[in-house]
């Protein structure tokens, strides 16, 4: 049973450069998202995708792409890395309504941008 | 604004200690609380949840009551083991629109033998 699963696991950095984390799910959910995780910041919600073909930004959207190639697949890009967004980066998915949710995560992308 | 706040880390205890973490938010309505648990090197799982007043959410011997006078949903075990050692967050979620929840700093907790 993979869940979720996030690509890669580490990845260091220079300042300017991009790359994409990649996430993919085999639970056949809906809801998508894309989390920072930071020292005493707790997690800070980057993007979400509530459905196929849709996106909405989080609490901290800047310097952030996403593309949520298909129901299984949702991409986080930095297209100019900075060293403020070193961080862990945890992929999760929705499943359930109506006061039955839960969130699955990933087990992260550690970046450091140097 | 909503929010949550949690006691501040880390909390270090012996093996079968009992244990309690703090958690009080702010939200407007009736919002859904959960406690998630990181263990090293993983990802957050859902640990137990409440969704009204007074309920009580339990799992692997924690559990946590859905205080609404209080705003609270505080965290306990009786007797606490080596393997609980990990960060717990406490979140909420506001009843209405998309699922987003709201997620508290975290607390680490370190159990020794």
């Known amino acids: 049973n993979a869940g979720v699963t996030q690509t890669p696991k580490f990845q260091v950095l220079k300042t300017g450069q991009s790359m994409t984390l990649q996430c993919a799910q085999d639970?056949?959910?809906?809801?998508m998202y894309w989390y920072r995780q930071d020292p005493g910041m707790g997690l800070r919600l980057i993007y979400y995708?509530?459905?196929?073909?849709?996106?909405d930004k989080g609490e901290v959207p800047n310097g952030y792409n996403v593309s949520r190639l298909n129901k299984r697949e949702f991409s986080l890009r930095l297209e100019s890395a900075a060293p403020s967004q070193t961080s862990v980066y945890f992929c999760?998915?929705?499943?359930?309504?109506?006061?039955?949710?839960?969130?699955?995560f990933g087990s992260g992308t550690q970046l450091s941008v140097l | 604004g909503n929010s949550v706040t949690q006691m501040e880390g880390p909390v270090t205890l012996s093996e079968e200690a009992f244990l309690t973490i703090n958690c009080t938010y702010t939200?407007?309505?009736?919002?859904?609380l959960f406690w998630y648990v990181q263990y090293p090197g993983e990802g957050l799982q859902l640990l137990l949840k409440?969704?009204?007043?007074?309920d009580k959410g339990s799992n692997k011997g924690f559990e946590a009551t859905y205080r609404k006078e209080t705003t609270s949903f505080h965290l306990e075990k009786g007797s606490v083991q080596v393997s609980d050692s990990a960060v717990y967050f406490c979140a909420f979620k506001t009843s209405g629109g998309s699922y987003i929840p709201t997620f508290g700093r975290g607390t680490s907790l370190i159990v020794h033998p």
């Open positions: 999760a998915t929705r499943q359930g309504k109506g006061g039955d949710e839960k969130l699955f």
């Open positions: 939200a407007t309505g009736y919002p859904s």
């Open positions: 409440a969704t009204k007043a007074d």
């Open positions: 995708s509530a459905s196929e073909g849709t996106t």
């Open positions: 639970m056949n959910h809906n809801s």
